[in-house]
């Protein structure tokens, strides 16, 4: 019998970074066994940018993960996030000689091909996951292997970030003594554990609400098919509520969770604040005042979501089935509702499903991303990993479709468990991609001369109490 295996997902977030150790069983069950999650300093929208800083948190985060489970982890599966990463998807071809059956070598071969494309060598690519294949122009295939026909199409989603950030995460992960496993993007972890089984047979949009970036994943069919990133979070709306009411960031947090709403509707319509600002004078805010402030951050958000969806894929009415809100700004009241108001799309709150054990520590959708990132460790070991394929550091990358305005696209044990720690390299598949060419660029307006931003709308709007 095969030995339980241990993964273990390292969330390297904004505003918190999270050690999430899984028991993966011979049958592809996930068990979580050890959980810890420590703040997050040094790192801003994504990108590390206090080292030493980020190494400790690590270090910390994974101590309390292996004293809950016992276990002691020397690797790990490592969120990646940030405006570095683009996205493109890449339309491969292989031709298939007459009177053969499709083997494994064409659907390789066909996804090779797309390698051959130019390259800009300050990308690495972390994903290249190819969707569903194209036989003779049958559309909808998942497995062509076997079929006949002359002709083999695959659209391949490709996702690369900036060589330097990516250098910063594995060095900060290497330092604190763990070895990456793995890559693996914050918007396709996500999604892997907040994803129900209905929703794999639908285009569904995940939204990944984190403190300093939104990650937005498209799976189609259960497959990522577009990803990207913009760089406004949660943290935006604590620090506007800082700005705007003068008081300390915590003080604004506090605010924010206890009393805040996307919608001022859904604020309590009887509770009124005192709130002291800095310069030691006391204002009155209402609720509902205080949600006014709150709605254009998350609408602004919102707003450019659809515009990436938009620009890429079309309507996003009519191409997407639901919306998946995730990640920590996912629990302030009203996001969903906002988001159904924007999107015209039934709208639910998703939180890491699919796995046993530790399940209350890892209940809240702060916590998919870094169940994810287990879920997907899980897969890739057992083979059995969906379309999903990581690559190599040394794979070349294809040179991206022109970027998007904002949005970018201790070793040994210590229990008697029967686990499996040895180290295997990623599983590498697929690649036929010729660069498509990029989709018409869709401007932004620019903001009309002597209109003004968002901040100072605000300000002007509340100046009465400021
Ligand atoms: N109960 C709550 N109500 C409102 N907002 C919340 C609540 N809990 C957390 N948040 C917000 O969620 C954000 C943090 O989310 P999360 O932990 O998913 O981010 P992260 O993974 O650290 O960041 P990122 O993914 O952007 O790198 C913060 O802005 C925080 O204020
Ligand atoms: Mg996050």
């Not at 069983?25 to 050890?34: H, K, L, T």
């Not at 950030?165 to 396709?188: D, H």
């Amino acid at each position: 019998m095969k030995d339980n295996m241990i993964t273990v997902g390292l969330d390297i977030g904004t505003t918190k970074i999270t050690t999430v150790i899984g028991e993966i069983a011979p049958d592809g069950s996930v068990d979580i066994i050890g959980e810890g999650t420590v703040p997050s300093e040094g790192i801003k929208r994504g990108a590390v940018v206090n080292l030493e800083r980020t190494i400790q948190a690590i270090k910390s985060s994974v101590a309390a993960a292996e004293r809950v489970s016992g276990v002691r982890v020397d690797n790990a599966y490592v969120s990646v996030a940030g405006n570095h990463a683009r996205a493109l998807t890449s339309h491969g071809l292989a031709a298939i000689r007459r009177s053969q059956e499709i083997g494994t070598a064409d659907v390789e071969r066909a996804i090779e091909n797309a390698r051959a494309v130019p390259l800009d060598p300050n990308l690495e690519v972390i994903h290249a996951l190819p969707q569903e294949y194209v036989v003779d122009g049958q559309e909808g295939i998942k497995s062509p292997v076997g079929m006949h026909g002359v002709r083999l199409e695959v659209d391949v989603h490709i996702v690369a970030g900036a060589a330097g950030p990516l250098a910063n995460l594995r060095r900060c992960v290497q330092e604190a003594g763990l070895q990456v496993r793995g890559l693996v993007l914050e918007s396709l972890a996500s999604g892997l554990a907040t994803l129900d089984h209905a929703e794999q047979d639908q285009t569904v949009v995940v939204i990944d609400m984190g403190g300093g970036t939104t990650d937005i994943g498209v799976f189609k069919r259960g497959n990522l098919s577009h990803s990207a990133c913009i760089p406004i979070g949660g943290d935006h709306v604590t620090t506007d509520l800082a700005q705007i009411l003068k008081i300390p960031m915590e003080e604004a947090e506090n605010v924010k969770r206890k009393y805040g709403a996307a919608l001022p509707e859904l604020a309590d319509p009887d509770l009124t604040l005192e709130i002291t600002n800095a310069a030691g004078s006391t204002h009155a805010i209402s609720a509902f005042e205080l949600s006014r402030i709150i709605k254009p951050r998350i609408a602004e958000i919102y707003g450019l979501v659809r515009d990436e969806i938009d620009r890429v894929l079309g309507p996003v009415e009519l191409i997407a089935g639901g919306v998946v809100l995730t990640g920590g700004g996912s629990l302030l009241r009203g996001v969903a509702e906002l988001a159904r108001e924007r999107f015209r799309l039934p709208v639910r709150v998703g939180r890491p499903r699919g796995v046993g054990g530790l399940t209350d520590i890892v209940a809240g959708p702060v916590h998919a991303a870094a169940v994810g990132l287990v879920l997907y460790g899980g897969q890739q070991r057992l083979g059995v990993g969906s379309a999903v394929s990581a690559v190599p550091a040394s794979v070349p990358v294809p040179q991206p479709a022109e970027p998007s305005s904002p949005v970018a696209a201790g070793a040994g044990m210590s229990t008697g468990r029967p686990v499996s720690m040895d180290f295997e390299p990623p599983v590498v598949t697929e690649t036929v991609v010729v660069n498509p060419p990029a989709p018409p660029k869709k401007e932004r307006p620019a903001r009309p001369e002597g209109s003004k931003s968002l901040m100072d709308r605000m300000r002007e709007f509340f100046k009465d109490w400021m």
